[in-house]
């Protein structure tokens, strides 16, 4: 076994670590006994030799070790080892895994030949993976599927053989990756499309069980969406009762991989696999889960199905498809605009769930929709009142009660009842930082939670954690405007330690520029910053100065100064804000405002564009920036529409931008590789402001 492994100069090779004369070790490792040691080497391989995904010469080296080694019926765990392969060959570089262009300066870029390279080596030596489709091994079936689909060079003679084995074929978690590997082929090859999709379809309508047709459903709908049946909605509906109700089948892949000892070490590899095992706790069908995610992301843009197929899957009887559907939900309603009252309110009625987890899950997904949560707000108000003894200001992972995402989704929908349980959160030693954050959705109601904020912020220590501590309770004090921890506040201000001393005296700042004048103790501090801090607390203590005294004989000039040839980015924009919140007061400073109009950076150009039709109310020059910028950057939006809604009428030559947002389906804001907590709440911010700049235009022509 591993012939030839140490003719290789493994030290002369390289892995994400340095020299590769390790990996003659793993690859034993993977063919040891033990399964903890070959759990250790697989671990080892995914950390060094094909560390998140990349190809190194040491990679190159270990393919046809690994060949070997899938080949031998006597290694065990070689599902692992197929689905290594399958990882390390599958790069498709003309599709959408294009790698980018190799930098000089990069000394840890990795060669596009080497996932080449890769491809056609495991290529030449896919023969191995047609003789596992039989394999006794149930996880080495489960893995072969893919492997073929994606790497063997003859689609034809992998399609057919797929075919053949699912009508023998009794796992069926084997024969669901069958179904699968057979999709993906017909993605793959144009040629073989026609004629797959013809199959799926007639698997659709004539496999015998339920889980397989709901299979073939969701790999049609990614071959062919337009092949995808008008009562999608009802056939799947249909099939999960019967997948939920039909005589449990034995799933010999599961039961070997409990019978493996994987979990019982430490590696990453051990720890996915714990997860899952959690995560199919319970579960009779736990691939029910990834055949509705597959159909969800082939329905795309039918929004209106996948709402009604997440309605279904919230009404059952069974916990897991609730709990499925409404992670189903959240990437959902983070992508695409929608009616989701009814979607939104079943979720609610989860709260209610004996089962933590699903509480937990509920609890989650409810906190990320702000004012989109009001029809679960009922039930939100129930769940926290249900467990009066548990800790409110605390949530995240692993608080499996759900009863700190509850409050803080209660107070970001803005409902009133969320105050009192806040103010007990307070009193508690800990309290999650985004419950003070959430202060400022509740609007003037929030007044009485001054006195708790205050006496939280006179326990906070002026140390190198300060900013921690304390911005979000000046956030909390700033959005009610609780003047009486002014003294806490100037403490805070005056005794900001080194350590991020900008961000914490502008959070204060800020604090300070909400109290209005009743702050009028804090004037000889902002006077001194006025002239000592740096540019950004410089501005913010300018605009607390106007706030507090209105003397624009000391603000004006100081943010004017900010607005000079040469200034960055960043302190340009700070000020252009700060001279817009002051408005028409600040009108001698338009000239100051106007080569921003100009600037290369898009966002000088929107902050000062903005700050001038609030100072001078010229919409001339400004129309033209904002609606250009509109086109250029979607993230700058949100700011623009807020302009556009206060021009009215003025920027009706901006309707058609307006309409068109209004007329999207999807988020503007979406991104594909990654997700915020605010995403959903600023994209609704963004069709509010719309609405009301569409409103104002309309009824500056008369129209009711």
Not at 376 to 389: I, K, N, V
Request: aromatic residues 4%.
């Amino acid at each position: 076994m591993l012939t030839g492994i140490e003719e290789v100069d493994w030290a002369s090779l390289g892995h994400a670590y340095g020299p590769a004369d390790d990996v003659p070790g793993l690859l034993h490792g993977l063919a040891s006994t033990d399964p903890a040691e070959r759990e250790i080497a697989l671990d080892g391989m995914y950390g060094s030799v094909h560390h998140q995904g990349d190809v190194y010469d040491s990679t190159l080296a270990c393919i046809p070790f690994l060949l070997e080694l899938v080949a031998d019926p006597k290694v065990q765990d070689r599902g692992g080892i197929v689905e290594l392969l399958t990882s390390i060959g599958g790069i498709d570089l003309s599709g959408d895994d294009a790698l980018d262009e190799p930098d000089p300066d990069d000394e840890e870029f990795i060669p596009a030949a080497n996932y080449a390279m890769a491809a056609a080596a495991v290529a030449a030596g896919a023969d191995v993976f047609l003789a596992l489709v039989d394999d006794p091994d149930p996880e080495v079936r489960l893995a072969a599927p893919c492997a073929l689909a994606s790497l063997h060079p003859e689609p034809a003679r992998v399609l057919t053989l797929l075919r053949e084995r699912l009508t023998v074929e009794c796992d069926t978690e084997v024969r669901l990756a069958l179904v699968e590997a057979v999709g993906r082929i017909a993605r793959r090859h144009a040629s073989l499309r026609e004629e797959t999709v013809d199959w799926l379809g007639w698997l659709t309508r004539a496999a015998h069980a339920p889980g397989l047709r709901l299979a073939a459903l969701a790999q049609l709908a990614r071959c062919a969406p337009g092949e995808v049946p008008d009562d999608v909605v009802q056939r799947v509906t249909e099939l999960l009762e019967a997948v939920r109700t039909a005589p449990p089948e034995p799933a010999a892949s599961s039961a070997a991989a409990a019978e493996n000892a994987w979990a019982s070490t430490p590696t990453l590899i051990g720890q996915v696999r714990e997860f899952l095992e959690e995560h199919a706790d319970g579960r009779p069908t736990p691939w029910t889960d990834e055949l509705m995610r597959t159909l969800h992301t082939a329905l795309d843009d039918r929004v209106e199905d996948r709402i009604a197929l997440i309605l279904a899957q919230l009404r059952s009887p069974d916990r897991s498809q609730r709990s499925d559907a409404i992670w189903l939900c959240g990437g959902l309603i983070r992508v695409w605009r929608g009616r989701y009252d009814d979607v939104v309110r079943l979720i609610g009625a989860q709260l209610a769930d004996p089962d933590p987890r699903l509480r937990e899950a509920a609890a989650s997904f409810l906190e990320r929709l702000f004012e989109l949560a009001a029809p679960a707000t009922d039930a939100l108000a129930a769940r926290l009142a249900a467990g009066s003894q548990e800790p409110l200001g605390q949530g995240g992972p692993g608080a499996r009660s759900g009863r700190g995402g509850a409050l803080l989704a209660l107070a970001r929908s803005g409902d009133a009842r969320a105050i009192p349980l806040l103010a007990r959160a307070l009193d508690e030693p800990d309290v999650r930082r985004d419950l003070l954050y959430a202060v400022g959705t509740l609007g003037p109601a929030a007044v009485p939670l001054a006195p708790v904020l205050r006496r939280r912020l006179a326990r906070v220590d002026l140390d190198e954690r300060l900013y921690d501590h304390a911005a979000p309770l000046l956030s909390a004090l700033t959005s009610i405007r609780g003047v009486q921890a002014l003294p806490e506040v100037l403490r805070v201000l005056r005794g900001a330690p080194p350590n991020r001393r900008d961000w914490v005296q502008e959070a204060a700042l800020r604090a300070l520029a909400a109290f209005g004048p009743a702050a009028r103790a804090a004037t000889p501090d902002l006077r001194a910053l006025l002239d000592g801090g740096s540019a950004t607390v410089s501005t913010k203590a300018a605009l607390a100065l106007w706030s507090v005294e209105g003397d624009r004989e000391a603000v004006l000039p100081a943010l004017e100064g900010r607005l000079r040839p040469g200034a960055s980015d960043p302190d340009w924009c700070a000020a252009a804000v700060a001279l817009g919140e002051i408005g028409p007061a600040a009108a001698r400073s338009a000239p100051a405002l106007r080569p921003g109009l100009a600037a290369r950076d898009l966002w000088v150009r929107v902050r000062s564009a903005s700050a001038l039709w609030r100072v001078s109310g010229d919409v001339g020059s400004t129309l033209p920036v904002l609606v250009s910028a509109w086109e250029e950057n979607r993230h700058a939006r949100v700011d623009i529409a807020e302009c556009l809604a206060e021009m009215g009428p003025a920027a009706a030559e901006a309707e058609w931008v307006i309409r068109t947002e209004l007329a999207r389906r999807r988020r503007h804001n979406v991104h594909e590789n990654a997700s915020g907590s605010h995403d959903i709440h600023e994209d609704e911010k963004l069709l509010t402001l719309c609405r009301a700049a569409l409103d104002r235009m309309e009824r500056g022509r008369g129209r009711p």
